[in-house]
């Protein structure tokens, strides 16, 4: 059944990209991500949680061990040593 899931992902991603819809990118991304299990997090155009593979077909960099505090706005914040495997997108 994941499997299936990432074949219409993967389908659809190279649908619109066929079609040239860069306007509506955003967009489609951040559904994308969150129909694959991951955390959008809107104000950085960011995808936590899926995979290398999905990151690629969607054209990000994907980083896979970003830290748990990379957005915090605390400087001297106390963070948990943890990997958070993000997908990352250029604006």
Do not use: D
Request: hydrophobic share 30%; aromatic share 6%; charged share 20%.
């Amino acid at each position: 059944m994941e499997k299936n899931k990432l074949i219409i992902l993967v389908l659809l991603v190279l649908i619109i990209t066929l079609i040239g819809c860069t306007s509506t990118k955003p967009n489609v991304t951040k559904e994308i991500c969150e129909s694959s299990s991951g955390n959008w997090i809107e104000e950085y155009n960011e995808c936590e949680f899926i995979s290398k593979e999905l990151c690629s077909e969607l054209e990000g960099t994907y980083n896979e061990c970003g830290s748990a505090c990379r957005h915090s706005e605390e400087p001297n914040a106390i963070c948990t040593m943890q990997c958070v495997p993000f997908c990352e997108f250029n604006s």
